[in-house]
């Protein structure tokens, strides 16, 4: 690998570097009149014929300058003219001038000139990128808005190395999943909202919330030690300007679902909310039915208003607000096949149809108050009210079968499954950075974080002999399938996670060559979980008919409860006063209650040698402890029923940075870190699916209670112009005792998390190119490309194992689960200028390649999630100063999303579907 960066090295020093660039930005006000903004005033670079004017509110904007020194010329009519000399242009950065004119030129002391980076724009994110000193890489709200990225799950997937999951916001980094990455909001830990994963689902933050996101390969010693793939890093938007209102709104349809009758949830509103919450689960059973209603006309809509401004507060201080509010919703509707594969094919849908409605609630804000040019404070709060609901239909044609049929085995097994589940997310942060003197300094945050998720009322019918209700015999009808009494069900669930964390960064700096960071962060973290089930258990067991599929709340109503059926709970309230499980309210079937305290110290150094070399070497003392309390069914008598661990990790780390040139850099980190186990992979409570059941394994938390880590990461990057860059990475990890998702050798074919065996390797490479192909003659780019490529390397050994579950493999090594050999990520970006018309087009296309649902084992072949390539299209176009109107079409190649068993005789489907094109149109409006 060494060889191959010297080889690229030397051809691409021979090759002639753009020269560097970088911008002057600012305010002009007006002086005699309260400082007002000062609107269409001349900004001159004096000696040239480079310049611009100030926009409505006094902001401008001279882009594309050489590297050099300059004098800034201010002008207007009726106003004496500003010279503001020795103005220092740097590459890739935008050196700030605000200043006011009035009838007579302002002082110079009035001038405030200081180089700021943008943090949202893409030289900026680039020049970022450049001096960091460890591996990481940016998306801003630029390049997010040129895109088209409507969510930071979309945002992310467009990094080198990311891939996303299809159907859902979690996101793989260098082929490994979701126990193995980090999200953090503004530098805070975040909470997830879904039990089954250990980060949040990044498709809620939408991207009116986002200034940029950041996703670091490397491990340093600020980051939690929990650490392999990678920290993605949301920093939230802030404001600093003048007042102004931006409004929006769009609409778009899925050519799968927009000529079905869609349908919905009993209960759920437009705006994805459950109204009877607060009702006990009996009484919702009891007095609400369970056939789905119709909904509205799947057209899918979008909008919101974002809003800002700032205020001076004395000579020195100023306040600034920003605030933001968005809805939108989506229909989609998948036709597939739906297999239940164990040891044996157990359940098999040929022809199966699901009806998503799903929407999403954002409202942000974000308050800054500036006290002087040393402190300042910043309090942001987020709540997202995620929710989808899903009316599935399995087995349409009448030719579902199941193994375990009673009537026939053969045809006719059919499924209704209609629920609802929401995700109320509640952030609120307090961060906030002070420059104690000229060598001191420190950045501070607290958050609290709560998540309630919900899945109220989850109803599954089985029928069998579906088929002749197909026949159009009214003498003939299907009959409820019978074999327990939860063949027929109402399910309720409910988690609620609570989260404190804090963190502080000492800064110092002892000199130019070398700068100290000592620091803390900690988390202290809750989950309560508990479900129940309500199962419709018939008088006459599988001789009762079904005389209408259309009309079942015929039959589920209360006049028949003790004639036709009796309700049937897990564990009744109190048998002793005669309270049975039958026809009354019960308790929780399964509970459980984790605790999760992470306690960190570390320091680093950053040494400068000469201009070339940057180390820092680093450490972090990490306390772990994470105990789990649980009640559940299905647990051998002479389990204690809790299982808890704590370690102390010592996590060293190096990193390295040498710059080759002023434009190039070749970097180097190693570092140890850990993994530990999410709640949800400990936790023995197992959620059935209709056609798979996903549960925990609690003796993850006994020896070993971790994984350990090896990373070593090498990388070269050249900076060769503005928005311009190539790089060439390689990447190795040893995961000791690794964890995988491992699908049961038996007739539940359950699926849990075990340490599989004693190590797993993986060896991957990465290369990235930016390029404008054709640039205006201010070097604005017109035409331009970019394309990232992921290629990997996986294996792992494989042992059995006895515990609490039991693993058996008939194979000593296999890949990774969740690694894709090979992602690619690519753009097209075409922006023309007609006169005052200037449209932005891009298309954007991803691949990843098959990778590793969950290991078989036993005989049981892998569950393998097939390549997926998509292509979207976003055609952006700003009318005059105000008015946008754009335009997308996504998922144009509409690829089948298929998940297949492994078999000796063949690849067995499990799941298989299309999602459909999205086309819309927004309409934006900047007051």
Do not use: C
């Not at 980090?182 to 909202?193: D, K, Q």
């Not at 006994?702 to 060769?720: C, V």
């Not at 404008?772 to 194992?801: C, P, R, W, Y």
């Not at 991803?846 to 390539?869: C, P, W």
């Amino acid at each position: 690998m060494i060889r191959v960066f010297q080889i690229l090295i030397f051809v691409f020093s021979t090759i002639v570097v753009a020269q560097d660039v970088g911008s002057v930005a600012g305010s002009l006000s007006d002086k005699d009149n309260n400082n007002e903004p000062l609107p269409f005033a001349n900004v001159i670079i004096k000696g040239t014929s480079k310049g611009t004017t100030t926009d409505f509110d006094g902001n401008y904007l001279l882009d594309n300058i050489a590297v050099g020194t300059y004098t800034i010329e201010f002008s207007f009519v009726g106003y004496e003219t500003l010279e503001v000399p020795n103005v220092v242009i740097e590459a890739g950065k935008v050196t700030n001038i605000t200043t006011a004119l009035g009838a007579s030129a302002a002082a110079l002391d009035e001038v405030i000139i200081k180089t700021t980076a943008r943090k949202e724009s893409e030289v900026a994110l680039l020049l970022d990128q450049k001096k960091a000193v460890t591996i990481k890489q940016s998306i801003g709200a630029d390049e997010l808005s040129r895109k088209g990225v409507s969510d930071a799950a979309a945002a992310v997937s467009k990094i080198s190395g990311i891939s996303k999951q299809q159907g859902g916001g979690n996101v793989y980094v260098r082929g490994l999943g979701d126990r193995y990455l980090n999200t953090t909001y503004n530098g805070l830990t975040v909470p997830s909202n879904d039990i089954e994963k250990k980060n949040i689902d990044l498709g809620l933050f939408s991207s009116d919330v986002i200034q940029n996101i950041g996703v670091s390969k490397t491990h340093a010693a600020n980051f939690y030690g929990d650490f392999a793939a990678g920290n993605v890093d949301i920093v939230s938007k802030e404001y600093t300007g003048k007042f102004f209102i931006t409004a929006e709104t769009g609409s778009s349809i899925n050519t799968r679902a927009v000529d079905k009758n869609f349908v919905k949830s009993e209960g759920t509103s437009f705006f994805g909310y459950y109204n009877r919450y607060d009702n006990n689960p009996f009484a919702v059973v009891v007095s609400h039915g369970v056939d789905p209603e119709s909904a509205s006309g799947p057209v899918a809509f979008t909008g919101a208003i974002t809003t800002g401004n700032s205020w001076n507060v004395g000579e020195e201080s100023r306040l600034s607000v920003f605030g933001t509010v968005s809805f939108s919703n989506d229909f989609e509707y998948r036709r597939g096949t739906q297999v239940d594969f164990t040891t044996v094919e157990k359940k098999r849908f040929p022809d199966s149809e699901e009806f998503e409605y799903s929407t999403n609630t954002t409202a942000m804000a974000n308050i800054g108050y500036k006290i002087n040019n040393n402190h300042r404070l910043t309090f942001n709060s987020l709540f997202i009210n995620d929710a989808t609901d899903e009316v599935g239909y399995f087995g349409i044609g009448g030719n579902g079968t199941n193994r375990d049929a009673i009537l026939n085995t053969d045809k006719g097994f059919y499924q209704m499954n209609v629920q609802f589940d929401q995700d109320m997310v509640f952030v609120n942060q307090l961060t906030g950075k002070s420059r104690l003197n000229d060598k001191l300094e420190v950045e501070y945050g607290i958050g609290f974080n709560n998540v309630l998720a919900r899945q109220p009322d989850r109803k599954r019918i089985s029928v069998e002999r579906y088929d002749l209700a197909l026949d159009n015999d009214p003498n003939t009808n299907p009959f409820f399938y019978s074999n327990i009494a939860f063949d027929n069900q109402r399910y309720f669930q409910e988690i609620t996670d609570n989260e404190l964390n804090a963190r502080v960064n000492l800064n110092y700096k002892h000199s130019e060559e070398l700068t100290f960071n000592f620091g803390y962060n900690g988390r202290s973290k809750t989950r309560e979980f508990e479900n129940v089930r309500y199962g419709y258990d018939f008088i006459n067991g599988t001789s009762t008919e079904v005389p209408d599929i259309n009309n079942l709340d015929a039959v589920f109503s209360p006049e028949n409860i003790g004639e036709l059926y009796d309700i049937f709970v897990f564990n009744a309230i109190d048998p002793s006063q005669g309270i049975t499980n039958r026809n009354n309210p019960g308790l929780p079937e399964n509970i459980y209650e984790g605790e999760l305290n992470v306690q960190s110290a570390y320091v680093d150094a950053e040494i400068k040698s000469g201009e070339k070399w940057t180390f820092v070497p680093g450490l972090r003392l990490e306390y772990f402890d994470q105990r789990i309390d649980y009640d559940v069914i299905n647990v051998i008598a002479t389990d204690p029923g809790f299982r808890e661990a704590d370690e102390l990790f010592i996590l060293p780390s190096l990193n390295i940075k040498y710059a080759l040139t002023e434009d190039q850099n070749l970097r180097f980190s190693a570092s140890r870190t850990v993994s530990t186990p999410e709640f949800k992979e400990v936790a023995p409570f197992v959620y059935e699916d209709v056609t798979q059941r996903i549960g925990g394994n609690p003796d993850l938390l006994t020896d070993p209670a971790f994984s350990s880590i090896l990373n070593l990461d090498l990388k070269y990057e050249w900076f060769f112009g503005r928005s311009e860059l190539f790089s060439l990475g390689a990447f190795a990890k040893q995961i000791n005792d690794p964890v995988n998702l491992v699908v049961a050798n038996d007739a539940t074919g359950t699926q849990r998390f075990a340490r599989t065996g004693d190590k797993a390797e993986v060896l991957g490479a990465e290369i990235e190119i930016r390029k404008n192909l054709m640039v205006d003659e201010d070097e604005n780019s017109i035409f331009s490309t970019g394309a990232n490529v992921t290629v990997m390397h996986t294996k792992q050994d494989l042992k059995s194992s006895q515990g609490f579950i039991s693993t058996t493999f008939d194979r000593d090594s296999d890949e990774l689960q969740g690694a894709s050999p090979l992602l690619i990520n690519a753009d097209v970006s075409y922006s023309p200028t007609f006169g005052t018309y200037k449209p932005v087009a891009n298309l954007i296309v991803s691949y990843f390649s098959d990778r590793i649902d969950a290991l078989g084992s036993g005989q049981l072949g892998n569950i393998t999630e097939k390549s997926v390539t998509t292509l979207d299209f976003v055609w952006k176009n700003q009318i005059g100063d105000h008015l946008e109107i754009n335009a997308s079409a996504k998922n144009l190649l509409d690829p089948t999303i298929e998940r297949v068993r492994e078999n000796n005789g063949g690849d067995i489907t499990i799941s298989n579907y299309k999602r459909g094109i999205n086309v819309g149109l927004q309409l934006k409006y900047n007051f």
